[in-house]
Nanobody
């Protein structure tokens, strides 16, 4: 079992910056499998979308809408993943949820979710 605790959401003006943190209750990336942590977001009336993710081998993936503005990183010593969000736009407003996909075997994985944190971009 893994618990994910998010922090850092809030209200920010357009063009501003915000950082999110997701702390896992245990190491995610020390496994021999390629595990993943990242962030999804969901705005009212819209489908959930992948924002950014980082794998055990540090491969990162970003949604086209956030490329060049958001940066995902990790601190393995703290079992924490960060999402730095710059040049925020009103359309970035959403509930951001951290997740961890952990492989138990080559074909079996489990996905864990944080509680979600609200990010509101508004003047």
């Amino acid at each position: 079992q893994v618990q994910l605790v998010e922090s850092g959401g809030g209200l920010v003006q357009p063009g501003g910056s915000l950082s999110l943190s997701c702390a896992a209750s245990r190491s995610i990336f020390s496994s021999s499998f390629v595990n993943t942590m990242g962030w999804y977001r969901q705005a009212p009336g819209k489908q959930r979308e992948l924002v950014a993710q980082i794998t055990s081998d540090s491969t990162t993936t970003y949604a086209d809408s956030v490329k060049g503005r958001f940066t995902i990183s990790r601190d393995d010593a703290k079992n924490t993943v960060y999402l730095r969000m710059n040049s925020l736009k009103p359309e970035d407003t959403a509930v951001y949820s951290c997740y961890a996909r952990i492989y138990l075997s080559p074909q079996v994985f489990r996905t864990y979710w944080g509680q979600g944190t609200q990010v509101t971009v508004s003047s």
